[in-house]
């Protein structure tokens, strides 16, 4: 009766073919087939259908609110005193966003087991937790930490913490949960077998971490111990500090439900996405979306207008996420190169885009929210992202920051 449920839908969704090796399976490889199928939002097909032209940014204006380096620095002893106090009352929670593989880097494992150690193991996990415990020693309070992983790399995420015995950070505050799936799907709009027993997902982007730490039962957790602010991050900038008491204090003397940390781009055409407004709310507008007229826009200082890039480092107020949860995020058709198996059952690896996956974003949560501080740190000291091997936002890049700051590799 199940067997045949699920088959009428994927008939109606033409989408019969994710059940072609269906009799080939033992029991327990079909179960967990139909579990699969049961799991898939089939409506994020339809999407495929949209115009690209659909989606558009509003009125584009530069930012106003944001606090500079020097700003900062001057009011650090006011802010620092707000923060500290903050997260000694439980107010604040990390929330590592850790879901993706280290493929880029030549690795099979979670992009944070990552090994950038030159004469010792120094791994990409160690070095975000160190810099959270330089917090937990400056407030003498433990920071709950909460870490994203995706089906992929669940098993080996928990496992590596448990080998490395947290890093020394105390396991009772470490909470790890999964983020949710979407489907992939060729050009023709239909979904990929990863293998005979299993569809071909993917995690469903940066953004979707607030619905996924929801429906953990993680919120409700954190909300029942104090906490009010989530400091989310992304796993591959090694020198970022998170859970940064004058970040938080700046934030809540503002009175903002919720901050960015930003550097000051280096040169208008450089490829980062800049906090702005759009229609006169909080936005992030990629660099592929300025016009060079706006890149290059500059006030009576001669400071760039639209000069903030963001490094994916934000602080949340739970109650303004909450209040925007019926909101439904955009989802984002990404083309990516899809591993799947072929009608004959074999296994494909492309060299191209082959397909598209479905994505949401942290940078449109931004936009739902009321207000957002833009503040700015010092790029040499907390940005030093590892996307590649080589060259530009890569491992050796990231050990020369490292290094540039006092950091023993």
């Given at each position: 009766m199940r067997y045949k449920k699920i088959y009428d839908l994927l008939e109606q969704k033409n989408q019969t073919h994710l059940l072609k090796y269906y009799e080939d399976l033992n029991e327990n490889q079909r179960e967990s087939l139909l579990e699969q199928i049961e799991s898939i939002d089939f409506d994020l097909l339809n999407l495929l259908e949209r115009d690209a032209d659909e989606i558009k940014k509003?009125?584009?204006?530069?930012?106003?609110?944001?606090v500079s380096v020097k700003e900062?620095?001057?009011?650090?002893?006011?802010?620092?005193?707000?923060?500290?106090?903050?997260?000694?009352?439980?107010?604040v929670g990390a929330l590592l966003l850790a879901g993706g593989m280290g493929t880029r880097l030549g690795s099979d494992k979670p992009k944070g087991m990552y090994n950038i150690g030159l004469t010792k193991d120094v791994y990409i996990f160690e070095m975000l937790v160190r810099n959270l415990l330089d917090v937990v020693e400056e407030t003498g309070a433990w920071i709950p930490l909460y870490i994203m992983t995706s089906e992929k790399n669940d098993t080996d995420t928990r496992q590596f913490f448990r080998d490395m015995n947290y890093f020394g950070y105390n396991p009772e505050y470490i909470d790890f949960f999964v983020q949710k799936m979407a489907p992939a799907a060729n050009y023709n709009g239909k979904?990929?077998?990863?293998?005979?027993?299993r569809v071909a997902t993917s995690p469903n982007g940066n953004g979707g971490w607030f619905i996924s730490f929801v429906e953990s039962g993680l919120e409700e957790k954190a909300k029942q111990s104090g906490v009010e602010y989530l400091n989310v991050f992304a796993v591959d900038n090694v020198c970022q500090r998170i859970a940064d008491p004058c970040f938080v204090g700046?934030?809540?003397?503002?009175?903002?439900?919720?901050?960015?940390?930003?550097?000051?781009?280096?040169?208008?055409?450089?490829?980062?996405?800049v906090l702005c407004l759009e229609d006169g709310k909080p936005s992030i507008v990629e660099y592929y979306e300025m016009s060079e007229d706006m890149a290059r826009e500059r006030d009576e200082d001669g400071e760039l207008f639209y000069k903030y890039g963001v490094i994916l480092n934000y602080l949340f107020r739970i109650d303004a996420l909450e209040k925007n949860l019926s909101n439904n995020l955009a989802v984002h058709v990404v083309e990516k190169k899809i591993e799947h198996i072929n009608e004959q059952g074999e296994k494909v690896k492309p060299q191209k885009e082959n397909g598209f996956k479905f994505e949401t974003l942290v940078l449109d949560m931004i936009h739902m929210m009321d207000n957002c501080l833009a503040y700015e740190v010092v790029r040499e000291k907390e940005f030093a992202p590892i996307k590649n091997k080589e060259g530009v936002d890569s491992v050796e890049s990231a050990r020369e920051l490292l290094k540039l700051n006092g950091v023993e590799l």
């Open positions: 509003g009125v584009i204006t530069p930012l106003t609110d944001a900062i620095e001057k009011n650090k002893e006011r802010f620092q005193k707000i923060g500290i106090q903050a997260i000694q009352e439980g107010k979904i990929f077998l990863e293998e005979k027993d700046a934030t809540i003397d503002g009175d903002y439900c919720c901050a960015a940390k930003v550097v000051a781009k280096r040169r208008p055409e450089e490829k980062v996405g």
